[in-house]
């Protein structure tokens, strides 16, 4: 069998969502736009979540930054509301959307719920143009680049800024100060809604938002070094183990019969087409198990227990040593599709979009360019980045070209430290360091009012999730700090209003 170009699985959400195209026999170019669109598309069986707020339909505007006719065309944004614990004047917690659909985002995102009752506060949950039900052109909203053009952060932005103003003057609440809450791409948007609109918002929390992805800030093999890592802590074996691997998945694509053999082995629920779907199915499970290496037992991307890349390794090490290291590696990525003991076989190549992240194709092909390399020292195989066979790939998906260096322009991310020192206030940046994107994040403080609270286990924005009782010390104190940061902002910002 002839051996295929891999492509990285497709993922930002996404994704802060993976489609990378790499050979095991020699290296090529990565392409990884996001940060979970692939396996959220994989997970078929998606219910969708009971919580506890009222969906509402705001009249936004489709082009906040030209003054043509068509600037003017209104398409509905949703947003989701609860006022069982407000106050009127009482704080506003906004969370930024993410790329995908917002009661997702909403019913994985407890910490604001938890914490509403103390604040007397309104939450908002505003979803992201052209994700979920805020498709300015409806069906039709992922035609082509003429419509998707509309599709970019700063659109975005400018939606939750007209949106939040326009929710306080119909709720007689101008005074009512707005802190933003976004967890990945969402806590980037978080970040730089405060220093785009500090007249709108008096403060962000953004957890795992990695805004230093970009160009040359931080190295483009942090965030596969970060997730190697993450296996080598748990069991220096299960890294090996897993490194080994793909030269055995390598190996049986050279026979004829490699694709019925992978199909079997793998439990697929159909024959696959390519031996890339085996490759994205094993790479796709340890990459986002990585980033929810939660304390608890979590629902976020797949039911899975606490820890689990510590119990991946476990399967791992406690397999026979004549086992094959591929067997091996498929019995721990099963544990990510299959915690629940529910799936009879395995749907390699499902494309399903359960979550309404397609929109984010187009954004890393356009201005979320976060470039990314797979060293030696990595469990993946070897692979690097080019940005000349990005702006060919996305020139043939799109027909438009990247703006690589366009967020960084927009703002800011170079020398973050000396420019946000004199410049910004009220930010927490929130990172576990299990989390590969935390990387990519704030991990010191800028100023005494730009923190960075980093923990040295947490995973993918889990300071956001609901509390539990199994919540371990750390993640506990975590949380007692933001709430007091965020406390204390709030007190300012009364002290302030007294005074005028």
């Known amino acids: 069998m002839k051996k295929e170009a891999m492509e990285l699985p497709s ?59 068509k600037s003017y065309k209104i398409f509905y944004q949703k947003y989701l509301i609860n006022s069982q614990y407000w106050h009127k004047g009482a704080p506003i917690f906004v969370y930024t959307g993410n790329e995908g659909d917002i009661d997702w985002f909403a019913a994985n ?22 994700y979920g ?11 082509s680049a003429k419509t998707l053009g509309y599709l970019n952060s700063q659109q975005a932005l ?19 100060p707005v802190v933003v809450f976004g967890g990945s791409y969402g806590g980037m948007l978080a970040a730089w809604f405060r220093l785009k609109y500090p007249h709108i918002a008096i403060g962000a929390l953004a957890s795992s938002a990695p805004i230093l992805q970009f160009d040359d800030i931080t190295p483009w093999s942090s965030f596969y070094d970060a997730v190697s890592q993450d296996y080598k802590d748990a069991s220096l074996n299960c890294y090996e183990v897993i490194k080994g691997s793909w030269a055995e998945l390598n190996s049986i694509s050279a026979n004829d019969e490699g694709l019925a053999e992978i199909s079997r082995h793998f439990r697929a629920c159909k024959q696959v087409h390519s031996i890339n779907s085996a490759r994205d199915w094993l790479w796709e499970a340890f990459v986002y198990t990585a980033m929810v290496n939660y304390p608890t037992e979590a629902n976020f991307l797949m039911p899975l227990p606490a820890y689990p890349v510590e119990e991946m390794c476990k399967i791992i090490d406690g397999s026979s040593p004549q086992s094959t290291k591929l067997s091996r590696a498929f019995a721990a990525a099963s544990l990510y599709y299959n915690y629940s003991q529910t799936e009879k076989c395995f749907k390699l190549e499902d494309e399903t979009d359960e979550h309404g992240l397609s ?28 940005y000349k066979e990005n702006a060919e790939d996305c020139k043939k998906q799109f027909g438009v070209a990247p703006r690589p260096h366009w967020i960084t322009t927009e703002f800011g991310g170079t020398m973050i430290e000396q420019v946000l020192k004199r410049f910004g206030s009220n930010i927490i940046f929130s990172n576990g360091l299990q989390d590969p994107w935390s990387r ?22 889990t300071d956001l999730r609901s509390a539990t009782r199994k919540d371990p ?12 940061i965020i406390q204390k902002w709030i007190a300012d910002y009364i002290q302030d209003m007294k005074q005028e």
């Open 440 to 461: 990519g994040s704030v991990l010191k403080n800028i100023s005494s009012s730009i923190v960075a609270l980093v923990a040295e286990k947490g995973a993918h924005h």
């Open 133 to 143: 039900e805020s498709m300015p052109f409806g069906k039709h909203s992922y035609r």
């Open 158 to 176: 400018a939606d939750y800024a007209v949106l939040i103003r326009s929710l306080k003057h119909n709720l007689s609440s101008e005074a009512s």
């Open 109 to 130: 995102t407890g910490f604001m719920l938890d914490i509403a009752p103390k604040f007397h506060a309104l939450l908002v949950f505003i979803e992201h143009r052209f």
């Open 473 to 484: 010390d750390w993640l506990v104190n975590q949380r007692k700090q933001e709430v007091e």
């Open 359 to 386: 929109g984010w194709n187009w954004q890393a092909c356009t201005e979320m360019v976060m470039p990314m390399v797979v060293t030696n020292e990595s469990m993946f195989p070897p692979s690097s980045f080019s």
């Open 11 to 69: 993922f930002s959400s996404i994704l802060l969502l993976l489609l990378c195209a790499f050979t095991l026999a020699e290296v090529e170019s990565v392409y990884f736009p996001g940060i979970y669109q692939s396996s959220l598309k994989k997970n078929g069986k998606t219910v969708k979540p009971k919580i506890p707020y009222k969906s509402q339909y705001f009249p936004q505007v489709l082009d906040h930054f030209t003054f043509q006719p």
